[in-house]
């Protein structure tokens, strides 16, 4: 192995938001190997396939932060879908290789414009746009808040979230010095490593998708990717590179290239980025949805008021009762202007999942607040948009519900084998169930009913173990912080540009152990309060006895085989803890069940 500079700190300190810099843009890429995955039998949009995914907090789902879902071909967003129809002859023929170049200009203060062949890009700073030639006119569309152009190359930290970095070499590009660099992908805590040759990782890992190979050059003075090879079973899959970089250029004397063609006027803008399906830029059929919303809800909420007043208290009062049943003081939000984190921080957070040896074992605590969760989901635009209703829902949860609080025994191998025992569980709807895992097969065992199925990663809590997905985002560093009588430094996470869909799947602070790296604390806040808090107590690093990992299932009980991990639903039944459909789908789920 070649020594070289410290790619971690390379890597996460790339920042295109200071970038001053001209290029090429080239881009080749094997549209038959792009469509193979699909042949395969494998999901999703072809450009996760094709070019993965960063690993994100939840084990086994993925981040929709990386930006690679929004790229065309040629790496540039927004470019139009060829037409529909004739699937089976498209997917007979041979689509060869296709190639693109553009042009990219980047100056300080999130500025660019990337032009290519009938599509442009850019952002003036405060906002992004991208524009299609159609016609022989441009057709403009905002994009929310700028994002990095190539945001592959550009914020490469990416890379530090799933895989394996050695430097091979050192090279010199257009000048500049450069490392050569082969990012191999790792499979997470609880997915098999991929059979040798085929480049996909035997569950999915998060942080590869189907790309087997990365050979990168990497820029020894700003830490972006000035070529990026992806390869996929032995072959080349996409190749982005930068040629003719000029660095440190002194930006035009005003952002007029930054803007959009025919400027802001001529913008379609898109559904502001706080409101997801409330789309508030008018007609009919909108209206009509605000009606039934905003009665819909109004009714929920006057139910949920007038339940509250005649229904039995036990569970509540059962609550307060609870020493811990409240969330924990709140000491309030870091500042955003705080310093980046240490070479040492960036290191320990890389390496978590390598430092707590053959097995963990720990009391995992989680207080939900309802209504600062029903809150963040219908914020004040949806109110301003006509939806009364929902904010009349809320209200009513707020005013109905104490917090949830439960408390899990986890236990947890390096082998992809895990046990999570409920100790103490808030009940409402959601129902308490032991999930063990030995590594090929996952039971899921409630009071009178179990399921057994294909070995899954546990996606009952966040990846608190393996943190070096933290290195995907901007990072701000803390005061230390004190949880159950570790040491660990607070640390704000950046905002993500994930779909609001998404983005209740990350936290706003964590607190990582100073020792083994792994996440104490993880706190999601709602309008400056905490919504969900995840706290690890009593932490044991070491070997877990193996019989723990064997499922404990009573004599008589029913146990029905599960298909791809997934449980039945019985009619009546709530979701399990922790799934995708939301938090506003369970909770609604739970009201309608009263």
């Keep these: ?19 001053s810099l001209s290029a090429d843009v080239h881009v080749r890429l094997d549209r038959d190997l792009v469509r193979s995955p699909l042949e395969d039998g494998a999901t999703g949009p072809a450009s996760w396939l094709a070019f993965g995914r960063p690993g994100g907090p939840w084990p086994g789902l993925a981040s929709l932060a990386g930006g690679l879902e929004s790229l065309g071909p040629m790496g540039l967003p927004g470019r139009p879908s060829r037409e529909p129809g004739h699937e089976w002859a498209k997917a007979t023929k041979v ?28 952002s003036d700073g405060e906002r992004g746009w991208r524009a299609v030639m159609e016609d022989g006119s441009w057709t403009v569309t905002g994009t929310g808040g700028p994002e990095p152009p190539l945001g592959e190359l550009l914020r490469p930290s990416w890379l530090l979230a799933g895989f394996t970095l050695e430097i091979t070499g050192r090279v010199t590009v257009d000048g500049r010095d450069a490392l050569r660099v ?5 499979p997470g805590l609880w997915e098999q490593a991929a059979p040798p040759g085929t480049g996909s990782p035997g569950t999915g890992s998060p942080g590869t998708g189907l790309v087997s190979r990365r050979e990168l050059v990497v820029d020894a003075e700003l830490g972006i990717l000035l070529r990026h090879e992806e390869t996929r079973a032995g072959k080349l899959l996409r190749v982005t590179e930068l040629t003719r970089v000029q660095a440190g250029l002194a930006p035009p004397g005003d952002d007029g290239w930054a803007r959009p063609p025919g400027g802001w006027d001529s913008v379609d803008q898109p559904t502001p980025r706080d409101g997801g399906w409330w789309d508030t830029r008018g007609g009919v059929g909108e209206e009509a949805l605000k009606l039934v919303a905003g009665l819909a809800a109004g009714g929920a909420g006057a139910l949920i008021r007038s339940s509250g007043a005649s229904r039995s208290r036990s569970f509540e009062q059962a ?119 030995d590594g090929e ?22 990846n608190l173990f393996d943190v070096s997905w933290l290195l995907a985002y901007p990072l701000t560093e803390g005061p230390e912080s004190l949880t159950d009588g570790r040491r660990g430094r607070r640390l704000r996470v950046g905002p993500t540009s994930c779909p609001p869909i998404w983005w209740f799947l990350f936290p706003d602070e964590v607190v990582v152990d100073g020792e083994l790296g792994i996440v104490l604390r993880w706190i999601s806040l709602a309008q400056g309060r905490p919504q969900t808090w995840y706290e690890l107590r009593d932490i044991v690093a070491g070997p877990v006895d193996p019989s723990r990992f064997r499922p404990d299932i009573p004599p008589g009980r029913t146990v029905t085989e599960e298909a791809s991990g997934k449980p039945p639903r019985p009619g009546g039944s709530p979701p399990e803890p922790g799934s995708l459909p939301g938090k506003i789908a369970s909770w609604l789920g739970r009201q309608a069940g009263r």
């Excluded at 082969?182 to 790792?186: E, G, I």
């Excluded at 609870?322 to 890389?350: C, K, N, S, V, W």
């Excluded at 009071?447 to 809590?461: D, K, M, N, S």
């Design 1 to 19: 192995m070649i020594k070289g500079p410290d790619l971690v700190s390379l890597l996460y300190r790339a920042d295109w938001t200071r970038l």
């Design 441 to 462: 097969r996952r039971w899921r065992i409630r009071e009178r009913e179990a399921w057994a199925g294909p070995a899954g990663p546990p996606v009952q809590f966040p």
């Design 319 to 437: 609550t307060r009762e609870e020493a811990e049943a409240g969330m924990p003081a709140f000491e309030g939000p870091l500042p955003a202007d705080g310093p980046p984190p240490g070479d040492e921080l960036l290191h320990l957070i890389h390496a978590s999942r390598d430092r707590w040896g053959q097995g963990i074992t720990a009391t995992l605590h989680q207080w939900e607040d309802d209504a600062a969760i029903m809150a963040a989901w219908v914020p004040d635009g949806a109110r301003r948009a006509g939806f009364g209703g929902i904010g009349l829902l809320v209200d009513a949860a707020g005013e109905r519900f104490a917090d949830k609080h439960s408390v899990s025994r986890l236990y947890l191998s390096r082998s992809g084998q895990y046990r999570i025992e409920p100790v103490s569980w808030p009940g409402r709807g959601r129902v308490a169930q032991t999930i063990v895992c």
């Design 182 to 186: 082969t990012a191999t992908p790792r």
């Design 95 to 122: 689509l060869g290789t296709e190639t693109g170049r553009s042009t990219l200009l980047v100056a300080p203060g999130r500025r660019y414009r990337q032009q290519g062949e009938g599509i442009l890009s850019g």
